[in-house]
């Protein structure tokens, strides 16, 4: 099936420890997004990439790192993971100005102790 | 910073009733305005947009009614059926702008 694959779904980590989470689309979009999700806080945008080789910033940046690794994966990278890190996280991707919509994946269910 | 307001936070309608949720921005570049549904466990997938140039978009039972001089939009579900329950997302975003999304409603259709 079309769409955004992320990966893993659940994952609990140890305060400190690292991880990435995978995110690949097939719809060859241009754009995508890593959003987290928090009871009351709606969806705040990590870091997004316009195109492939860019990178930048949204809303709630740190403590996140990401990489573009070509036009269809597009990774979240946590260096050391904190309890305020325990959220569940949304890859995205939509054409270049996203009229078409967003297009989410299944999301991944973190939880840091 | 640009924001989205949205409300209400949570609502209760009885099956066949009508579902109101309303959302406001203060940007005037904003001149897209998405709705996305959530189901438990899955990704937001977008529901309806509107553009700024009309007053009201129909799609089946779901329409975006817009008010550009209040800076105001909402979304109404006609004839609310059990598996509209979901929560509910209005966003914007101007230009090649990332979208804005408001915080959620959380829509609950009593059978």
């Known amino acids: 099936n079309a769409g955004v694959t992320q990966t893993p779904k659940f994952q609990v980590l140890k305060t400190g420890q690292s991880m990435t989470l995978q995110c690949a689309q097939d719809m060859n979009h241009n754009s995508m997004y890593w959003y987290r999700q928090d009871p009351g806080m709606g969806l705040r945008l990590i870091y997004y990439s316009a195109s492939e080789g860019t990178t930048d910033k949204g809303e709630v940046p740190n403590g996140y790192n990401v990489s573009r690794l070509n036009k269809r994966e597009f990774s979240l990278r946590l260096e050391s993971a904190a309890p305020s890190q325990t959220s569940v996280y949304f890859c995205a991707s939509s054409d270049i100005r996203g009229l078409d919509g967003y297009t989410f994946g299944s999301g991944t269910r973190l939880t840091v102790v | 910073q640009q924001q989205v307001k949205q409300s209400p936070q949570s609502l209760i309608v009885q099956k066949g009733g009508i579902s109101i949720i309303n959302c406001a921005y203060e940007?005037?570049?904003?001149?897209?305005f998405p709705w996305y549904q959530q189901f438990p466990g899955k990704g937001p997938a977008l529901l309806i947009a509107?553009?700024?140039?009309?007053s009201e978009k129909k799609e089946g039972r779901f329409t975006i009614s817009f008010n550009k001089s209040a800076k105001q939009f909402s979304l109404h579900i006609m004839d609310s059926q059990p598996g509209d329950s979901a929560t509910y997302f209005c966003?914007?975003?101007?230009?090649?702008?990332?979208?804005?999304f408001g915080k959620g409603t959380m829509l609950l259709v009593s059978p």
């Open positions: 966003a914007a975003t101007s230009g090649y702008s990332t979208l804005t």
């Open positions: 940007n005037t570049a904003f001149d897209y």
């Open positions: 509107i553009r700024p140039d009309v």
